[in-house]
């Protein structure tokens, strides 16, 4: 019972091809996600509702522990 394995062939130096993508195609994307993080990181870090948009703890309730584990001082 003798089966041969075949050999894969190596691709040659010039057949990979690393994709480039323009920074005008990239630009929206990284700006939408920048703000997004902002915006996450306001309602995260903003202090007992005295800054947040909505009025109230609510939020801060939503997000408390997640505050403490980023290290955010909350009580």
Known sequence: MSQS???IP??????VEVPTIP???LAPWALFFGLLAVLVIFFVS???GAISIPSGTAI???VHDG???LGY???
Request: with cysteine.
């Open 5 to 7: 394995i075949s050999a």
């Open 73 to 75: 001082p909350c009580h």
């Open 67 to 69: 505050r403490h584990l």
């Open 46 to 48: 903003a202090d007992q």
């Open 23 to 25: 920074l005008r195609e």
């Open 10 to 15: 190596a691709p040659s130096a010039g057949a």
């Open 60 to 62: 801060h309730e939503w």
